[in-house]
């Protein structure tokens, strides 16, 4: 069962504009919400995380946002670089110890 | 700091056959957690070890294993290989908090033909 989903598998967005990648999940019990970003031939690399005592957390041109009630999480990129072209994972904890990951979204930052 | 290093990169295998794949963790990172990755299903979590001991494991058949040894460094085995098992295998390690802003190694591609 996918308890993390990420419902657009692409983005395309012009360089300087604003990318803003979506991610839902099902499990009440998450309590940590993470975005990871993978370039091709490399693992994950984590890029900003968020408590759910929160509701954003910024950090440089990303800031997460988590809405509770609504079980969703969005990520901003402001501006968007051409090296942000690469795929990004919403990823969830329920301290048990495991990640949850949503299946992805490729973004295309274009010139 | 060194990174997580995984071998081998790149490995290609029989239907029937069996694999270990292997995991060296950031230095001072005690947990382990291994994910399989394949198109369009994100990454799937396997297992996470800690100090030799497995903490939680995913919804993989049994032919699926694994072990963390006295140093942290990691295997995980898959015996009995079929075609589906063919996936990115991705190792992360963490601090002790956990799970949390786990660190991932480059994966060990493995086709099962």
């Known amino acids: 069962d996918q308890q993390v989903k990420q419902n657009s598998p692409s983005l395309s967005v012009q360089e300087g504009r604003i990318s803003i990648l979506n991610c839902d999940y099902t499990?009440?019990?998450?309590?940590?919400f993470l975005w990871y970003k993978k370039y091709p031939a490399e693992g994950p690399t984590f890029l900003i995380s968020i408590s759910s005592i929160k509701d954003k957390n910024e950090d440089g041109r990303f800031t997460v946002f988590l809405n509770k009630s609504a079980k969703h999480l969005s990520l901003h990129i402001v501006p968007s670089q051409p090296g942000d072209s690469a795929v990004y994972f919403c990823?969830?904890?329920?301290?048990?110890?495991?990640?949850?990951f949503g299946a992805g979204t490729t973004v295309t930052v274009r010139a | 700091k060194a990174g997580v290093t995984q071998t081998p990169r790149y490995l290609i295998k029989t239907r029937g056959q069996q694999v270990t794949l292997s995991c060296s963790p950031i230095s001072g990172h005690r947990s382990v957690s291994w994910y399989q990755q394949t198109p369009g299903q994100g990454l799937q979590f396997l297992f996470e070890?800690?100090?030799?001991?497995?903490?939680n494991k995913g919804n993989f058949p049994g032919r699926f294993s694994g072990r963390q040894f006295s140093n942290s460094r990691s295997e995980m085995n898959v015996s009995t290989l079929e075609l589906g098992d063919s996936a990115l295998y991705l190792c992360?390690?963490?601090?002790?908090?956990?799970?949390?802003?786990?660190?991932f190694g480059p994966g060990t591609r493995l086709t099962v033909t």
């Open positions: 070890y800690f100090s030799e001991t497995q903490r």
């Open positions: 992360a390690s963490s601090n002790d908090r956990g799970a949390y802003e786990q660190y």
């Open positions: 499990n009440s019990m998450f309590d940590y």
């Open positions: 990823a969830a904890s329920a301290d048990d110890y495991k990640l949850s």
